[in-house]
Protein backbone atom coordinates (compact mmCIF):
# COMPACT_ATOMS: atom_id res chain seq x y z
CA UNK A 1 0.00 0.00 0.00
CA UNK A 2 1.26 2.94 -0.93
CA UNK A 3 2.16 6.14 1.50
CA UNK A 4 -0.86 7.94 0.05
CA UNK A 5 -3.40 5.82 0.38
CA UNK A 6 -2.72 5.22 4.49
CA UNK A 7 -2.36 8.87 4.81
CA UNK A 8 -6.05 8.63 2.55
CA UNK A 9 -7.24 5.96 5.34
CA UNK A 10 -6.20 7.64 8.52
CA UNK A 11 -7.80 11.21 7.24
CA UNK A 12 -11.11 9.06 6.07
CA UNK A 13 -11.03 7.69 9.60
CA UNK A 14 -10.33 10.79 11.66
CA UNK A 15 -13.00 12.83 9.48
CA UNK A 16 -16.00 10.31 10.67
CA UNK A 17 -15.48 11.33 14.05
CA UNK A 18 -14.44 15.37 13.34
CA UNK A 19 -16.86 18.12 13.12
CA UNK A 20 -16.76 21.65 12.79
CA UNK A 21 -19.30 24.27 13.51
CA UNK A 22 -19.68 27.97 13.67
CA UNK A 23 -18.89 28.17 17.44
CA UNK A 24 -16.21 25.54 16.95
CA UNK A 25 -14.45 25.73 13.67
CA UNK A 26 -12.32 22.63 12.37
CA UNK A 27 -8.88 23.87 11.83
CA UNK A 28 -7.48 21.17 9.15
CA UNK A 29 -3.72 21.12 7.89
CA UNK A 30 -2.35 20.26 4.55
CA UNK A 31 1.10 19.67 4.40
CA UNK A 32 3.20 19.00 0.66
CA UNK A 33 6.89 18.65 1.00
CA UNK A 34 7.26 22.82 -0.07
CA UNK A 35 4.31 24.46 1.90
CA UNK A 36 1.67 24.00 4.70
CA UNK A 37 -1.45 24.97 5.06
CA UNK A 38 -4.21 25.65 7.69
CA UNK A 39 -7.69 26.57 7.59
CA UNK A 40 -10.62 26.64 9.74
CA UNK A 41 -13.72 25.58 8.32
CA UNK A 42 -17.42 25.20 9.43
CA UNK A 43 -18.60 21.67 8.39
CA UNK A 44 -22.53 22.59 9.19
CA UNK A 45 -23.22 24.68 6.33
CA UNK A 46 -23.85 22.73 2.98
CA UNK A 47 -21.62 22.72 1.02
CA UNK A 48 -18.61 23.48 4.06
CA UNK A 49 -17.97 26.82 4.62
CA UNK A 50 -13.65 28.22 4.81
CA UNK A 51 -13.49 30.75 7.16
CA UNK A 52 -10.21 32.17 6.74
CA UNK A 53 -6.79 29.86 5.89
CA UNK A 54 -3.42 31.04 6.09
CA UNK A 55 0.27 29.10 4.59
CA UNK A 56 3.36 29.63 3.94
CA UNK A 57 2.59 31.08 0.71
CA UNK A 58 0.32 33.99 2.18
CA UNK A 59 1.05 37.23 2.19
CA UNK A 60 1.00 37.24 6.44
CA UNK A 61 3.58 34.52 6.15
CA UNK A 62 6.09 36.64 3.85
CA UNK A 63 5.47 39.51 6.00
CA UNK A 64 6.62 37.51 8.83
CA UNK A 65 9.78 36.01 7.55
CA UNK A 66 12.93 38.00 6.72
CA UNK A 67 15.60 34.80 7.16
CA UNK A 68 15.78 32.88 3.55
CA UNK A 69 15.74 29.38 5.51
CA UNK A 70 12.38 29.60 7.13
CA UNK A 71 9.64 28.06 4.98
CA UNK A 72 7.05 26.11 4.53
CA UNK A 73 8.66 23.23 4.21
CA UNK A 74 10.55 23.28 7.56
CA UNK A 75 9.15 23.14 11.37
CA UNK A 76 10.17 27.11 12.01
CA UNK A 77 7.75 27.63 8.96
CA UNK A 78 4.72 25.37 10.67
CA UNK A 79 5.20 27.71 13.74
CA UNK A 80 4.74 30.67 12.37
CA UNK A 81 1.47 29.05 9.69
CA UNK A 82 0.07 28.53 13.76
CA UNK A 83 0.83 31.60 15.08
CA UNK A 84 -0.97 33.10 12.29
CA UNK A 85 -4.24 31.13 12.39
CA UNK A 86 -4.78 31.62 15.88
CA UNK A 87 -4.37 35.44 15.31
CA UNK A 88 -6.88 35.39 12.78
CA UNK A 89 -9.08 33.12 14.50
CA UNK A 90 -8.85 35.84 17.38
CA UNK A 91 -9.50 38.28 15.37
CA UNK A 92 -12.75 36.45 14.07
CA UNK A 93 -14.00 36.09 17.63
CA UNK A 94 -12.91 32.11 17.82
CA UNK A 95 -11.22 31.11 20.52
CA UNK A 96 -12.12 26.92 20.37
CA UNK A 97 -11.17 24.83 17.52
CA UNK A 98 -11.58 20.96 16.89
CA UNK A 99 -7.96 19.67 15.09
CA UNK A 100 -8.08 18.17 11.90
CA UNK A 101 -4.42 16.35 11.42
CA UNK A 102 -5.47 15.54 7.75
CA UNK A 103 -4.42 11.87 8.08
CA UNK A 104 -0.61 13.48 9.15
CA UNK A 105 1.05 11.52 11.75
CA UNK A 106 1.46 14.27 14.58
CA UNK A 107 5.10 14.91 14.36
CA UNK A 108 7.33 17.11 13.16
CA UNK A 109 5.19 20.13 11.16
CA UNK A 110 1.91 19.26 11.70
CA UNK A 111 2.67 19.46 15.96
CA UNK A 112 4.13 22.18 15.58
CA UNK A 113 1.80 23.86 14.21
CA UNK A 114 -0.49 22.66 16.39
CA UNK A 115 1.76 23.80 19.64
CA UNK A 116 2.42 27.01 17.94
CA UNK A 117 -1.71 27.75 17.71
CA UNK A 118 -2.25 26.59 21.46
CA UNK A 119 0.57 29.56 22.40
CA UNK A 120 -1.35 31.59 20.17
CA UNK A 121 -4.75 31.41 22.51
CA UNK A 122 -6.91 28.79 20.70
CA UNK A 123 -8.17 26.33 22.36
CA UNK A 124 -8.35 22.11 20.98
Given at each position: ?????????????????????S????????????????????????P????T?V????????????????HG??????????????????????????????????????K?????????????
Amino acid sequence: MKVKDKRKRRHLRVRKKVRGTSERPRLCVFRSNKHIYASLIDDTCIPNKVITTVSSLSPEFKKNVSDKNIHGGNIKGAEIVGALIAEKAKELGIEKVVFDRGGYKYTGRVKALAESARKGGLKF
